[in-house]
């Protein structure tokens, strides 16, 4: 069992902790039942975490999964178990550090009052030893400030300061949860617990998609064409999205774990998993899955070069074939239906073949004129809807509150500065996730760990061509794996 040390309980959690329930007890007589169901909930969050940060830690991906079931709006804003969680985690995170937080804070207040000249050098000389230290986890971590501070510049364009006000939020919390994840995640049995916690939460989604299934009636009965499952989520793309981070991880220790036991746990796991993703129907998750399965393949088997060079040579060669018609019409046809991207054109008539594609690039163009129109700050980080219809195409008047792309988006809310920023975060993580998967001397399952991990980034990043999936807290679980992913990294840095 783990255990965490006196010094990591933070008092003032539990304070919080005994406070809530008690506030929640006096105030019973006039508030609805349901909010003091959720005031308890959070206390006993915050009491979990006081008491045992790392187990709440591991709490995340069911929070993240469910939390939608508890969540209330405050003052505009909706707040969920997550955020609670995240709250909770930080508060714990600085109580247990804080002589430390409180220590660096006086060094650089005192080298910048007595000593301005040294100030900048000193500063140059810190991140230049964060750099040789650890260079993956330098890397993610000024990626992710660059796009906070791109998300906040955006606000000199917005019309609403208060969308980018929760964005930037959001994002922050994705640091918080990082950070939090490296200092509670310090062996593999750690990375591990937390690996079936996302696995253990994707099963759960998946058993209410077929119990959905089985429930619906009618047309949309058991084996009716039209249903498509979602969970939790409220839409298929997000649902299949989150199963994603439970189906990868889950296959990668079927396929290379070394314990037996775990791999056939595992294997059941994914087929629980996948076949809920194939009633979600998301051609998104799909190419998202395809993506992930490439990655535990080429990688798992060390084949990366040999897979390097049939792109380079298989691409040009599937384009020219393409292009010159050497592949039979009748066939191209098949092929793109099959994928619903025959007649791809907003002058098409709709209907129901082609209803979701024509959709989305509707939002593709008004995406990409947003960016076009506003081409270096964009137009405030979280006001897509609020500006979609200046720029909407005709026939397309309703926003769904994103570009169905997340680049676009990135591009059209935050501009040129945040597109970048938001792509630097995309390869700093590939970055880590390459670092731990071909670290020397990785034990098999240590190894199969960081290849689930880096397969999760890798469908993420392909699955937001066409969709955003930073909601509904997904992208916790992201800076979750990020976490595990560079404090494999670590280790492997630290072996002799």
Not at 446 to 461: D, P, S
């Amino acid at each position: 069992m783990i255990r965490m040390s006196a010094s990591r309980r933070a008092p003032l959690p539990v304070v919080l902790a005994i406070a809530t329930p008690l506030a929640a007890l006096g105030l019973l007589a006039h508030l609805p039942w349901v909010f003091v169901v959720r005031l308890a909930l959070a206390g006993l969050l915050v009491l979990l975490t006081s008491r045992r940060p790392f187990w709440a830690l591991a709490l995340l991906p069911f929070a993240v999964a469910f939390g939608s079931l508890f969540a209330f709006d405050w003052s505009g804003m909706r707040v969920g178990p997550t955020d609670v969680l995240v709250a909770a985690l930080a508060v714990a995170w600085y109580m247990a550090e804080r002589a430390n937080w409180w220590g660096a804070v006086w060094r650089w207040r005192y080298l910048a009052s007595h000593s301005p000249r040294a100030w900048w050098p000193a500063t140059r000389g810190w991140l230049a030893r964060r750099w040789r230290a650890d260079p993956p986890r330098a890397s993610v971590f000024a990626a992710w400030l660059a796009y906070v501070l791109a998300i906040l510049l955006s606000a000199l364009a917005a019309t609403s300061g208060a969308l980018v006000v929760k964005e930037a939020l959001k994002w922050l919390e994705v640091g918080l949860v990082l950070a939090v994840t490296l200092w509670l995640a310090r062996s593999p049995s750690h990375v591990r617990w937390l690996i079936w916690a996302l696995i253990g939460a994707g099963v759960a989604e998946a058993l209410l998609g077929y119990a959905q299934w089985v429930l619906a009636t009618g047309d949309l009965g058991p084996g009716g064409d039209s249903l498509r499952v979602f969970g939790t989520f409220a839409q298929p793309n997000p649902y299949a999205g989150e199963l994603n981070f439970a189906l990868l991880p889950a296959l990668a220790l079927a396929l290379w774990g070394t314990a037996p036991r775990e791999r056939w746990v595992a294997g059941v796991a994914a087929a629980l998993v996948a076949g809920a993703s194939a009633l979600a129907g998301s051609r998104g998750a799909l190419l998202g899955l395809l993506a992930g399965l490439a990655v535990l393949l080429i990688v798992g088997w060390r084949r990366e070069r040999l897979a390097g060079l049939a792109v380079l040579i298989g691409v040009p060669v599937v384009l020219v074939a393409w292009v010159g018609r050497l592949i039979p019409v009748s066939l191209q046809a098949r092929l793109l239906a099959e994928v619903r991207l025959s007649d791809l054109s907003l002058s098409s008539s709709v209907n129901d073949a082609n209803f979701s594609t024509l959709e989305r690039l509707a939002h593709w163009v008004a995406g990409l004129r947003m960016f076009a129109a506003h081409p270096l700050l964009g137009v405030g980080a979280g006001n897509y809807s609020v500006v979609y219809g200046r720029y909407a195409v005709p026939g397309w008047p309703e926003a769904l509150g994103h570009a169905h792309n997340y680049y676009i988006n990135a591009a059209a809310e935050t501009g040129v500065v945040g597109l970048l920023a938001f792509l630097a975060l995309a390869a700093a993580a590939l970055y880590a996730g390459g670092r731990a998967v071909r670290a020397p001397r990785r034990d098999g399952a240590t190894r199969a760990l960081a290849l689930g991990l880096l397969a999760v980034i890798v469908a993420l990043l392909t699955h937001s061509l066409t969709d955003d999936l930073f909601v509904h807290g997904l992208e916790l679980q992201l800076a979750l794996c990020l976490g595990c992913l560079l404090r494999l990294g670590t280790w492997q840095a630290a072996a002799p």
